[in-house]
């Protein structure tokens, strides 16, 4: 009994002054921002161990799913922003990470250290196409980013979920939950412009950078509740689950973005497709049909989007109007705008297609590569005086990979993608978790799409959703007891 009261006195001790030394450094750091980075290099570790020793590590990373919607970009040095306190965070999770699987996982998640390697193609491409990079620094900032993102999301995570598979719903609830606390912020900024659409684009700033980012998180969201209320076997859950997938597809019209829109409508195809048993060599055959089609009536189909009127713009066009405007390729200038960026990337990859011009570096890179025509008021001729309106990198996950990283960049993504894809058409068949899986994947299709013609992965919003969506997919596969995990169950 004494030693409990011992324990407990200690531990109340250190949260007492951990509370207090957390108030301190968010004193110092709102008045003097450049103090963050010896904060965090100096309270890392400590803080790292203390969470690693009182098994804190479950209620720290809620604590961090609930805080990244209202990650803001911080100034810290001229040039040089961080996410706070997202990325800070991140950081700690990282060292959180280390300390356990050091002290104790090591080699005990070996059936999760093999789904990991599907990753390592990807984090390689990162690590050796630095060395070829002109803005060495840029690229190691880059590449330092993305890896840390994939090992606490990805990584730590998956042996998280392994554990607990409730937590990573528990996660999105309360992910949700500052989502949520940003529309209501971003109503209250559209209704101060009288419901004006125009600004839509603008209302989620300071939390969300782009409306297309809060877009593509609100679709994933969508998804994976619309999934749930599809696979659960629990009618409450279902009505839960329908209300909460309505929610968050309310959200991504509220969002206006059109990729966000038409990533639902791809997601509901392959909902379709899983529902009648389909399995990865049919996904394979209707996708080399519609290419075919695509081929053979490729003029009629460039004409009809030649005849496309539509602009994303238009203060008066409705949901059908913006989202149709989308192959508006002639007169809509985010459109232009967009093909002037993939013509760019692809013009990278030819001038160096097998190391790329480094991570992080397309931004500085591709203005000498633009083509004339399709240049546009939109157009970055200088990268440090980016238009109204403008800015972005390649506008597609899988262009910017190839530009950036060369052949060995894309195809390390689309070997992680093709790994989830089989996992969910085939290794899930007669697999006790197969609901769960298919419920992972299918958000995750969400933005398998929406990378087409976006890319958020160096966010460390969505970055969160996407990985750690994935980590719930393998923890799945490998998890062999079946059971309820919605927060509900």
Not at 203 to 232: E, M, Y
Not at 329 to 346: G, K, M, P, Y
Request: charged fraction near 15%; hydrophobic fraction near 55%.
């Amino acid at each position: 009994m004494l030693l409990k009261q011992q324990r407990f006195s200690r531990l109340g001790f250190i949260s007492i002054s951990g509370a207090l030394l957390l108030c301190l450094a968010f004193l110092l750091i709102a008045n003097t921002p450049n103090l963050l980075i010896p904060v965090l290099l100096f309270s890392t570790l400590p803080l790292a161990y203390i969470i690693s020793w009182f098994q804190w590590q479950v209620p720290f990373i809620k604590i961090l799913a609930f805080s990244l919607p209202f990650s803001l970009e911080l100034q810290i040095f001229e040039g040089s922003m961080l996410r706070v306190p997202g990325e800070p965070l991140i950081v700690l999770a990282a060292a959180v990470f280390l300390f356990k699987f050091i002290s104790e996982w090591r080699l005990k998640r070996v059936k999760l250290f093999k789904e990991w390697v599907w990753v390592l193609p990807f984090m390689a491409a990162f690590a050796i196409t630095i060395t070829f990079s002109g803005l060495p620094l840029v690229s190691l900032k880059f590449a330092m980013v993305n890896v840390v993102y994939i090992v606490v999301f990805y990584f730590f995570l998956s042996i998280l979920f392994s554990e607990n598979p409730k937590l990573f719903p528990q996660m999105l609830l309360l992910f949700g939950a500052g989502m949520f606390l940003v529309t209501f912020w971003s109503v209250f900024r559209l209704w101060q412009w009288e419901w004006n659409p125009v600004v839509v684009r603008g209302i989620f700033k300071p939390f969300f950078k782009d409306h297309t980012i809060f877009g593509a998180s609100a679709a994933l969201l969508s998804a994976f509740w619309f999934s749930c209320a599809v696979f659960s076997k629990e009618r409450l859950n279902r009505l839960l689950s329908l209300g909460a997938g309505i929610t968050f597809l309310g959200i991504v019209i509220l969002s206006a973005s059109r990729g966000a829109f038409m990533s639902i409508a791809f997601f509901s195809g392959l909902l379709l497709l899983v529902l009648v048993g389909a399995r990865l060599k049919h996904l394979v055959i209707i996708g080399l049909a519609l290419l075919i089609i695509v081929l053979i009536f490729r003029e009629p189909i460039q004409t009809r989007l030649q005849r496309i009127e539509a602009v994303s713009y238009d203060s008066e066009a409705g949901l059908i109007d913006r989202t149709v405007s989308a192959g508006n390729v002639t007169t809509d200038v985010s459109n232009i705008e967009r093909l002037n960026r993939w013509v760019s990337a692809l013009r990278m990859f030819r001038e160096r297609p097998l190391t790329g011009f480094g991570p992080g570096t397309y931004q500085f890179e591709y203005i000498p590569f633009q083509e004339p025509s399709l240049m546009n008021r939109l157009t970055v001729t200088n990268p440090w005086d980016i238009p109204e309106g403008s800015g972005g990198t390649a506008h597609s996950e899988y262009l910017l990979a190839l530009s950036e990283m060369g052949i060995w960049g894309l195809l390390g993504f689309l070997i992680i993608l093709g790994r989830w894809f089989f996992i969910a058409f085939n290794k899930s068949h007669n697999h006790l978790n197969r609901r769960w899986m298919l419920v992972a994947f299918l958000a995750l299709s969400t933005y398998v799409f929406h990378a087409f013609f976006n890319n958020f992965l160096t966010t460390d919003k969505f970055a969160f959703l996407f990985w750690g969506t994935a980590a719930w997919l393998i923890s799945n596969l490998h998890n062999q007891n079946e059971e309820n995990v919605l927060p509900t169950g």
